[in-house]
Nanobody, 124 residues
Framework: QVQLVESGGGLVQAGGSLRLSCAAS????????MGWFRQAPGKEREFVGG????????YYADSVKGRFTISRDNAKNMVYLQMNSLKPEDTAVYYC?????????????????WGQGTQVTVSS
């Protein structure tokens, strides 16, 4: 069992930055890949980026590549999403998710634990 709690969302102007945090509980955290997803109003939830169990591999959706960075601290059971150069189209609820395996891709079916989400709003 893994419980995930996101924090760090808020309102920011376009071009600004935010760092989201995801606190995980459970002894299997360090053996799971982690992902960030987002859902904008009226849209499907979409993959943002992911990180392997060790942090050695990261991968991103094309829409955020070069602007967002995922990192993790297994000693603290934390995952982070650093978001720079934010755009109004980044406005969404952001979710942290824990995968079933040490590596995972962009498919939501690969993740079996989800946080409650944190709202990010980017004003133009």
């Amino acid at each position: 069992q893994v419980q995930l709690v996101e924090s760090g969302g808020g309102l920011v102007q376009a071009g600004g930055s935010l760092r989201l945090s995801c606190a995980a509980s459970g002894r299997t955290f360090s053996s799971r890949a982690m992902g960030w997803f987002r859902q904008a109003p009226g849209k499907e939830r979409e993959f943002v980026g992911g990180i392997s169990w060790s942090g050695g591999s990261t991968y991103y959706a094309d829409s955020v590549k070069g602007r967002f960075t995922i990192s993790r601290d297994n000693a603290k059971n934390m995952v982070y999403l650093q978001m720079n150069s934010l755009k109004p189209e980044d406005t969404a609820v952001y979710y942290c998710a824990a995968a079933r395996s040490i590596y995972a891709g962009w498919g939501q079916e690969e993740y079996d634990y989800w946080g409650q989400g944190t709202q990010v709003t980017v004003s133009s």
